[in-house]
């Protein structure tokens, strides 16, 4: 499996981006598949994830209302539309899929088995 992500870059506060995680290697009927972030000297958090099956939602208290995830299953692709970025939301940004995610972990960082290289999302004051 790999995963490429893209759309990362710099906006100002307010402003919005879009990234994209291509997913590859295999079919994703039963992944649960989204973006977890990692700011310097922090811990990678989780942000939002998705069923590929279904299209179940989850999303962090701290995006919710200004993220939305979806997925585009004839492209294998998962999008992070991110609208009033926030300062706090600079991070890299890391796709991620997972095989066998249970609701109640689907914010644990060891549940993904599969990881994207990371985008970087900047947002100035």
């Known amino acids: 499996v790999q995963l490429q992500a893209s759309g990362g870059g710099s906006v100002q506060a307010g402003g919005s981006l879009r990234v994209s995680c291509a997913a590859s290697?295999?079919?994703?009927?039963?992944?649960?598949m989204g973006w977890f972030r990692q700011a310097p000297a922090k811990e990678r958090e989780f942000v939002a994830v998705?069923?590929?099956?279904?299209?179940?939602?989850y999303y962090s208290d701290s995006v919710k209302g200004r993220f939305t995830i979806s997925r585009d299953g004839a492209k294998n692709t998962v999008y992070l539309q991110m609208n009033s970025l926030k300062p706090e939301d600079t991070a890299v940004y890391y796709c991620?899929?997972?095989?066998?995610?249970?609701?109640?972990?689907?914010?644990?960082?060891?549940?993904?088995?599969?990881w994207g290289q990371g985008t970087q999302v900047t947002v100035s004051s």
């Open positions: 290697g295999r079919t994703f009927r039963t992944y649960t």
């Open positions: 991620a899929a997972g095989r066998s995610v249970i609701a109640s972990e689907v914010r644990t960082v060891r549940q993904y088995d599969y």
């Open positions: 998705i069923r590929w099956s279904g299209g179940t939602t």
